[in-house]
């Protein structure tokens, strides 16, 4: 076995052991009415007073990551004619909407858990839900090459909802484009 072999296969066995034992020490139920014990019972900084006092903040950080890598990544180019058949760089831009799609629907999803940390924006984003839903296979369907100009324009409209939602219960958002790199990680 070659020096480089023998260092791909430790290197894998590491890595291979790292995830054992990371998802060994989940938490597990002690005998004593289902809790895990002391981490419990200690007062942590996301207790529920703490997430609601947060929940604001991590709404307008969420939304405005997604509205952010929605512009950025899939309206901007989007009109400026980088998705249309034979423009120059049309797979990179379509694979760059397609992940900032699927960011996008995730930052959404994670704004929509924390405002349920607060009741104003609970309220204000509940008919906002079922149109952030929709946008779920979008980042597929833009990764393809097949979104249109509704699909654009659906993904465009629920941001602009979801900015509003948050305005009306006092957390304005405003983008915030996060780095690519970002967006490749999810």
């Known amino acids: ?11 894998l066995l590491l890595a291979c052991g790292l995830l ?15 809790k895990k014990g002391a981490e419990e019972a200690a007062p942590t900084a996301t207790d529920s007073a703490e997430r ?3 929940a604001k903040t991590r709404f307008v950080a969420n939304a405005g990551l997604a509205a952010g890598a929605t ?14 058949k034979g423009a120059d760089g049309r797979t990179g831009s379509l694979i760059k909407a397609g992940l900032a799609g699927t960011f996008a629907y995730n930052r ?12 104003t924006l609970t309220k204000a984003l509940a008919p906002v839900t079922a149109g952030i839903e929709s946008l779920k296979g979008l980042g597929t369907k833009l990764r393809k090459g097949d979104a249109g100009d ?13 900015k509003d939602a948050g305005k009306s219960a006092g957390a304005p ?14």
């Not at 054992?20 to 289902?34: D, F, I, R």
């Not at 959404?108 to 009741?119: E, H, I, M, R, T």
């Open 20 to 34: 054992l034992t990371g998802t060994a020490c989940g938490g597990g139920k002690s005998e004593k009415g289902g």
């Open 1 to 11: 076995m070659s020096q480089r072999a023998r260092r791909a296969a430790v290197a």
């Open 71 to 84: 512009y950025q990544w899939i309206v901007k180019p989007f009109r400026n004619g980088a998705f249309k």
């Open 150 to 162: 509704a699909d654009i324009n659906d993904f465009d409209n629920v941001i602009k909802s979801v």
């Open 173 to 186: 958002v405003s983008d915030k484009v996060p780095s690519f790199s970002d967006v490749q990680k999810g």
């Open 52 to 54: 609601q006092k947060f």
């Open 108 to 119: 959404l999803k994670a704004a929509v858990n924390n405002a349920k940390g607060d009741p």
